[in-house]
């Protein structure tokens, strides 16, 4: 009778089902409860690493989508369902989900990589990008500058990965390097002596380290002479400019012509 055979086929139905249900639920209660442990002792190693914070959350969500994956897979295989197509479809995913999101990732990475080898830290002055400026927070996808007049620079960190970094802010002091001319009729000596003399009347430039006011350049129509001097690294442009400002008022008590361009007509009568 066909409600006999509709009925063998759902005592069948209900058999499978109350079969596979008692496979599942203690695979699901065990990966569960697997996923867990696992869990806590990675957040206690986690813990113990002098690691940023964004890292350790990254590292978290990491390991647990990798467990929920491997628990699917042991899941399917004790369901019997077939594996092989399920990872194919997730390498096909991945991958397409990777192209996708390819400078999404190269930040992240590029993040990390920053993270890591800290190139610089919060408050340090920076050249990164062909950008300059303050940083005023480094996150996993940006890092974020402070111009001089103030503007909000926000550089991704894959062009920081991929560009030349200069830190000012790494020492605790910093070198002050001028350059100014001078006429040919002043004495090389004279010269040399006016500018020593604003060096040492300067308060904030290091004494301990080595100072130099040297020649540096024989020009067209003038001598160019260098000053290279320290500072603390906070006195930087306080010593730079109070320097610049001291020069010119001390060439014109000396009788020293700071030159520049000019030129001279000659009127010739016939």
Known sequence: MPWNNLTELLSQLVDFAVGKILILVPVV?????????????VDRMLGRLPTDETIKTLVRTSIKILLLAVAAIVLMSCLEIPVTSFVAL??????????????????????????????????DYVDAGNCSGTVYEIGLFYTKLTSV??????????????????????????????????????????????????????????????????????????????????????DYWTVYYDLMEAIKPAFDANNIEMTYPHLNVHMMKN
């Open 29 to 41: 209660v065990v990966s569960l409860i697997a996923i867990k442990i696992i869990m806590k002792l």
């Open 90 to 123: 997730l390498s096909v995913a991945g991958l397409a989900l990777s192209l996708s999101i390819q400078n999404f990732l190269s930040n992240v990475f590029a993040g990390l990589q920053l993270l890591a080898s800290k190139p610089f830290k919060v408050g």
């Open 149 to 234: 007049d103030n503007k909000l620079i926000q550089l991704p960190n894959s062009t920081i990965v991929g560009s030349n970094v200069i830190n000012y802010s790494s020492q605790t002091h910093r070198r002050v390097e001028i350059k100014v001319t001078a006429s040919y009729d002043a004495p090389t000596e004279k010269v040399k002596q006016v500018l020593s003399k604003v060096v040492e009347d300067n308060p904030l430039v290091d004494r301990e380290k080595p100072i130099m006011v040297r020649v540096n350049n024989y020009q067209d129509s003038a001598i160019e002479y260098i000053i290279r001097v320290w500072c603390a690294n906070e």
